[in-house]
């Protein structure tokens, strides 16, 4: 079965830094998102992501943040500068079309120190 | 996007089927109905998605009544491993549409 597949799976840096996260979503899917889940939260939409553009963002996807497509098969999440409270897991998700769900990847575990 | 409400926790045990429950009372027309199950530290993953009556697939079955502002997902005979939580989503299945969690139902599968 295909897989979204993330690295790393775990990143640690210090406050301040700035961290990029991977993703390579499933080769035949159009639609790409980040998501992001605090330890013992729900899960929250940070962006969405078609046809080379940002199609929809949350709140939370300040200035900090921003995503790129930088070839035809990554899908990047950056973080410019991190705060302890970015601290969290980062779910990528790509999707086929209509009818079909949501295929989520295993996630990175972010840690600032 | 259509605003879900699901209870908080269920606990069940070993070989009996869960329904859970969802409510969606302003759910739109071109919406619909999917759910994800979540283990820890691990992504949500798709269970399985209808716009009415009933979809079944190897997994589960959804249900779905005529007026949609409700959908009850079951799980035949849960087993430990079916231990995680739920999420109710509704939303229109269009190209670039984000899916908003709820808090989701934490299933507790007991021996």
């Known amino acids: 079965e295909p897989e979204v597949t993330q690295t790393p799976s775990h990143q640690v840096t210090q406050m301040g830094q700035e961290v990029i996260l991977r993703c390579v979503p499933i080769s035949n899917h159009l639609y790409f998102y980040w998501y992001r889940q605090i330890l013992g939260q729900k899960v929250e939409f940070l962006v969405s992501?078609?046809?080379?553009?940002?199609?929809?963002k949350s709140e939370i996807f300040d200035d900090q943040f921003s995503v790129e497509r930088p070839d035809g098969s990554n899908f990047t999440l950056k973080i410019r500068s991190t705060k302890l409270e970015d601290s969290a897991m980062y779910f990528c998700a790509s999707l086929r079309g209509a009818d079909y769900g949501y295929t989520f990847g295993s996630g990175t575990r972010l840690t600032v120190v | 996007l259509a605003k879900t409400t699901q209870p908080i926790s269920m606990d069940s045990y070993e070989g009996q089927e869960v329904n859970i429950t969802c409510s969606h009372n302003?759910?739109?027309?071109?919406?619909?109905i999917t759910w994800y199950q979540q283990f820890p530290s691990q992504g949500p993953r798709f269970i399985i998605q209808g716009y009415k009556t009933k979809v079944t697939n190897e997994v589960a079955s959804l249900f779905i009544p005529a007026d949609r502002k409700s959908s009850t997902l079951s799980l035949p005979r849960v087993s430990l491993s079916d231990t995680a939580v739920y999420y109710c989503l509704v939303g229109p299945p269009i190209n670039n549409n984000d899916m908003r969690f709820g808090a989701g139902t934490r299933l507790t599968v007991k021996p």
């Open positions: 302003n759910i739109a027309t071109n919406d619909y």
């Open positions: 992501f078609y046809n080379n553009e940002i199609s929809e």
